[in-house]
């Protein structure tokens, strides 16, 4: 068991490419902790830098009470769980659970019966003699989770551990990975590009863009108040609606209708933040709701995504199953106020 | 119209495909037929007179079966090496950013075919005097290690390219030395790959002549390649039947390798095969 404490960690890669900018992160024990970025925003890289597969050009690694900075993968007491698995295709799943056993010179009947039952503590039971190619891709993520958990490190790194399984079993293995960690109670940081991933199962999230980490909280924090633009566009599986307006003494106001009221200190062009699930469509005119045309409609399932709009404007709501307007009626938007972000001029979110 | 002209063509394609079939089967019809005929002819036929007489001469004469066992020598001695430097350039070569790497290899691939060549054959030989290497078996297989190493180096390198490097990361995650990832991961992952390799090389060795007939000047160390060429009556034309014989011998291993190969990785020779 330990934490993780990253301090002014910065990696470039031959051609100028800075793939961590001096990166302060600190990670408390037990935590199940996410990585959360679109592709090449540095988060593979940090968690390779953590496990010491890449090597810092500054910085410092600190896991437990112990800087690891200079010292090789194996002597971190960290296990790693690969995109692909990297299950060894000669070898049975047993071989494959008890490898890191191997490695440490335990006798092979020892390392044996732990390999055994951890596979089967991970619902491999049957499966022990099989090699991974004869495996479903849901029970290879098993066997490489249990390889992990085999060697009792004192800290679990996944690389997108649900990415290459299809999405049904996707949320099954999701919901086994946040059991599985809560049971074992070991420090945990995964690499994710999908924020629904990170939504569900991390304690706290930290959302990076070029290296650097845009926001640091717990989902709730993350999806309710994003720090700036970039995290607001990307968290949410509806994108959230960012609307240009203008604040003024008076109010907030979008396409000319105030929407939310002035702001100490607040004066020019602002960015209005408002997740489609928190505007309500009507059909009658109400009062400081933004007048417009539907024009798109599209079905999510429990509910449906309506595009209006505004003076110019496209403003995302959604609307339960079965009270979509048509496309062309005429309905007021109404975003519930204490949901309305709005974001300064360069992007950072000022209430 | 279209249907008969679609017919006509397709039996004129099958008949030259016949026709170039049976060129190629007639030599090894011969072999298969002459060893056991006496007197053998350059005739392809059933035996006249069905004997293992061919055979018996072939344990009589004292060069035959010890060339067999040189050429087994020189064949797994190259083996060897060419396995053993090429796997572990090749993983090198692999794994490591070198820069001008491509380069290096393709200009390596094209030196190859001189390095063995006829046109390298005299600085080899004047090398290999200057080395006390003249006459002596682990010359030849250092020369034929030396022309096979980089197309050996270079189809390796190919085969490990696609063995994913998150094997060895997590080997390595999990502590084990550069050896051990060696030992544990990559050799048995790239069997197949090794085995082509060690397969292709023995086949390059059985079928070589220059070298050994250049290098080699006692007949008793020369390999059946070479020896093939010495096989002639006291009347001067050539000994048919020891010649048919032995060649039978000589093909058989080849054939065999070929099929435990086939049967065990199932893969296909990349070109390069001799007879």
Redesign the interface.
Known sequence: MAGIALTRLTKEFPGDVRALDALDLSIVDGEFFALLGPSGCGKTTLLRTI???ESPTSGHVRIGQRDVTAL????RD???V???Y?L???MTVVENIA??L???REPRPARTARATSVGEQLGLHGLMARRPAELSGGQQQRVALARAVA?KPSVFLFDEPLSNLDARLRLEARTFLKRLQREVGVTTVFVTHDQAEALALADRIAVMEAGQIRQLGTPREVFGRPANTFVANFIGSTPMNLLPGVASASAVAVAGFPVVPRREGLDGPVTVGIRPEYVSVSREPVDGALPGTVSIVEHLGTSSLVTVEVDGLLVGATVPEEAEPAPGTPVWLAPSPNRVLVYDADGTLVG | MTVMLAVVRRIGFYVAIGFATAFFAIPLLWLLSAPFDDPPTYAVRLPRHFSVENFAEIARNRYAVPALVNSLLLAIGTMAVVVAAAALAAYALSRVRVPGRDALLYVLLLLSSVVTGTAAMVPIFLLMFQLNLIDSRFGVVLVLSGGLLPAAIFLLKDFIDTIPRSYEESARVFGASPLQILRHIVVPVARPGLATIAVWTIVQVWGSFLTPFILLRDQGKQPAAVLVRTFYTEGGSPNLGLLAAFSLLYSIPVVVMYLLAWSRYGFRFHGGIKS
């Open positions: 496990a010491g597969l090789p993968p194996g002597a960290v296990a790693m690969f995109q692909d990297a060894f295709p000669h490898y890191p191997r490695i440490r060697c």
